[in-house]
């Protein structure tokens, strides 16, 4: 669906794209989610108990469109990393991109 919605808009005059790779966490109530658990962000920020997304999100000028979506295990060491290499190998770029750049949060 993303690759269909990025073919359909308007590219930009020089033809690049921006891939913005981070990371977020989604907070939950149940303590019985499979891959729930505790973290916090910084020293300051209290501990939040839910599970970790990494998200892609391609933009050019005035858009910006979510494409990939990734759910990251606590059990498996690194995994955040492996999953956004994975995800940036599955996508395909429109046949507008002349040159990729991508951006992502050391995490």
Known sequence: MATAMLRSLPPPANGVLYLIGDSTVKPKRDRQHPVGHVTRHSEHDPSVFGFELVLWVACWEPVRVPIALGLIDPTIRGHQHLVFRQM????????????????????
């Open 88 to 107: 940036l190998r599955d996508v395909v770029p429109p046949a507008w991109v002349r040159q990729m750049i991508v951006v992502a949060d050391a995490g």
